[in-house]
C-alpha cells in the first residue's frame, strides 16, 4: 500500500481507539455515578424504615407509662402526699423528655442519664423493695451519644419479662465501660410470659446498625443474668437527627 494510505489508515484507527476510549470512560462514570446514587437511596430509605420501626416502639412506651403512672400517684396521694408531689415532678421531666425529644433519633448520654434517673424513682416508688438498682457513683457520664429512650426501653425490657418480689427483688446494674454502657439484670422469667422474640431489642439493634455500631444481648457466661451492652456514638459517626 502507498505510505499515505497506511498512514491515514492508521490515523483512522487510532482516532476510533480514542473516541471509544473517550466513549467507554463517559458510559463508565456515568454508572458508577448512578451505583452510588442507588446506594445512598437505598442506605436513606434503610435510615427511615429503621427510624420508623424505632419511633413506633417509642410511641407504644408512653400510653404504657401514663397508665401506670397515674395508679400509682393514685394511691401515693392517699398515703403521702409530699412524695405524691415528688412523684408528679418526676413523672413530668420523664414525659417532658418524651415531647422534647420525640423526633430525635440519638441523644447525647447526658441528656439520657438524667431522664433514667428521674424514670428510676418512679419505678422505686411503685414497686418499692421489688426492684433495685446499682447506679455508677461520682463517675463522670461518657461523652457521646446514644439512642433515645433505649436505657428507658432496656429497663423496661427486664421489668416485663422478670417476676419482681420483695423477697426476691429485680436488680438491674447500669455501668460505664469503654466506648459502651452496660445494662444487666438478675434472671427471674414470668412463667405466663409468652415466648418473647425481643422486637424492642431488634429494632434498637437495627437502628445502630446504621451507625455500623452493633447491639450486644443476651445471658452473661453465669447464665442467671441478662445484660444489653449499648455502644456510644461519636459525634462525627452520627447523622444530624
Do not use: C
Amino acid at each position: 500500500f502507498p505510505s499515505h494510505d497506511i498512514t491515514n489508515g492508521l490515523l483512522t484507527g487510532l482516532s476510533i481507539f480514542l473516541a471509544f476510549t473517550l466513549n467507554l470512560g463517559v458510559i463508565s462514570q456515568y454508572l458508577v455515578s448512578r451505583w452510588k446514587d442507588s446506594l445512598t437511596q437505598a442506605a436513606n430509605l434503610e435510615k427511615e424504615a429503621a427510624e420508623l420501626r424505632y419511633g413506633m416502639l417509642k410511641d407504644q412506651v408512653n400510653p404504657h407509662f401514663l397508665f401506670n403512672a397515674f395508679s400509682s400517684l393514685q394511691a401515693l396521694i392517699q398515703l403521702n402526699p409530699e412524695m405524691a408531689t415528688a412523684y408528679v415532678q418526676d413523672m413530668a421531666a420523664v414525659y417532658r423528655y418524651h415531647l422534647e425529644h420525640d423526633k430525635q433519633v440519638l441523644v447525647e448520654v447526658e441528656e439520657e442519664w438524667k431522664m433514667i434517673t428521674r424514670y428510676i424513682k418512679l419505678l422505686q416508688t411503685r414497686y418499692e423493695k421489688g426492684i433495685q438498682f446499682l447506679l455508677p457513683e461520682n463517675e463522670p457520664r461518657p461523652a457521646g451519644k446514644i439512642p433515645v429512650l433505649s436505657l428507658r426501653l432496656i429497663v423496661d425490657n427486664a421489668i416485663k419479662h422478670n417476676e419482681i418480689h420483695a423477697e426476691r427483688p429485680l436488680i438491674i446494674q447500669i455501668e460505664w465501660k469503654e466506648g459502651e454502657i452496660k445494662i444487666s439484670n438478675n434472671l427471674n422469667p414470668k412463667n405466663h410470659l409468652n415466648e418473647s422474640h425481643q422486637q424492642g431489642l431488634k429494632h434498637l439493634s437495627s437502628l445502630l446498625q446504621l451507625f455500623n455500631q452493633t447491639l450486644i444481648f443476651g445471658k452473661d457466661i453465669t447464665g442467671k443474668n441478662w445484660e444489653v451492652r449499648i455502644p456510644i456514638i461519636n459525634a462525627h459517626d452520627a447523622f444530624d437527627n
